[in-house]
C-alpha cells in the first residue's frame, strides 16, 4: 500500500498551464479508472477537483482537467490564477474499499 | 445540505488512546462508505481507514493496523474512529469524509486536531 509518487512542487506565473503527475502501479492507478484530485488550502476542507480521473464536480472551473496513461495519472490547471495555489494530491482506488493517496504537490504561482 | 463534524481532538499523552467522532448529516448515511484521512504537521494527506455502509467491511492503513479501530453507528449518523497505542507521529488533523462513488470524496468535514505528546 504505497503511496502514489507525485512531485513535491510545481511552479507557473499567472495565466500558464501546469502539469500535476500521479505515479501508482496496475494495483491501483493502472487496474481502475477511479482516480481523484483534490485542492487543499492550509487550514481547511480539501476540495474534490477530478474524479473518474477526468471528471469535473459541479462548480469547478474547466480550467481543471485530468487524464490517465498507463499507471500515471495527470491533472492540468489551464489559465492559472493566484489563487490555484496550494497543494493538489491524487487519489486511487485500490481495491475492495481501500485507497491510496499521493504524496502531495505544492502549486507556487509566481 | 450535507455536513460532517468531526470531534474528540485532544491532546493525549503516549502509548494513550482516544476515540474520534464524525456526525454526518444531510444525507443517507448508511448509503456510503466514509474514510478517515489525516494530515500531520508540515506533511501531506495520508489515509487512515474506511468502513462500508453497513459497517461490515473495513480498511485500515499498514502505519496504523492493530492501533486504530473504525466502526459507525449508522442509527446515529455517525462515524468512529478508535486511537489506540498512540505515539509522536500520529499527532495530525484527522478528517472524515464522504465516498460518493469510487474515491470521489464529495465532502470533508474541517477535521480535528490530535496531538500526542507528553
Known amino acids: 500500500q504505497s503511496a502514489l509518487t507525485q512531485p513535491a512542487s510545481v511552479s507557473g506565473s499567472p495565466g500558464q498551464s501546469i502539469t500535476i503527475s500521479c505515479t501508482g502501479t496496475r494495483s491501483d492507478v493502472g487496474g481502475y479508472n477511479y482516480v481523484s484530485w483534490f485542492q487543499h488550502h492550509p487550514g481547511k476542507a480539501p476540495k474534490l477537483m477530478i474524479f473518474d480521473v477526468n471528471k469535473r464536480p459541479s462548480g469547478v472551473s474547466d480550467r481543471f482537467s485530468g487524464s490517465k496513461s498507463g499507471n500515471t495519472a495527470s491533472l492540468t490547471i489551464s489559465g492559472l490564477q493566484t489563487e490555484d495555489a496550494a497543494s493538489y494530491y491524487c487519489?486511487?482506488?485500490?481495491?475492495?474499499?481501500?485507497?491510496?493517496f499521493g504524496g502531495g504537490t505544492k502549486l507556487t504561482v509566481l | 445540505e450535507v455536513q460532517l463534524v468531526e470531534s474528540g481532538g485532544a491532546l493525549v499523552q503516549p502509548g494513550g488512546s482516544l476515540r474520534l467522532s464524525c456526525a454526518a448529516s444531510?444525507?443517507?448515511?448508511?448509503?456510503?462508505?466514509v474514510h478517515w484521512v489525516r494530515q500531520a504537521p508540515g506533511k501531506g494527506l495520508e489515509y487512515v481507514s474506511s468502513?462500508?455502509?453497513?459497517?461490515?467491511?473495513?480498511s485500515y492503513a499498514i502505519s496504523v493496523k492493530g492501533r486504530f479501530t473504525v466502526s459507525r453507528d449508522n442509527s446515529k449518523n455517525t462515524l468512529y474512529l478508535q486511537l489506540g497505542s498512540l505515539s509522536a507521529e500520529d499527532t495530525a488533523v484527522y478528517y472524515c469524509t464522504r465516498d460518493a462513488w469510487y474515491v470521489r470524496f464529495d465532502f470533508w468535514g474541517q477535521g480535528t486536531l490530535v496531538t500526542v505528546s507528553s
Open positions: 487519489c486511487s482506488y485500490a481495491g475492495g474499499i481501500a485507497v491510496v
Open positions: 468502513i462500508n455502509g453497513n459497517g461490515d467491511v473495513t
Open positions: 444531510g444525507f443517507t448515511f448508511s448509503d456510503h462508505t
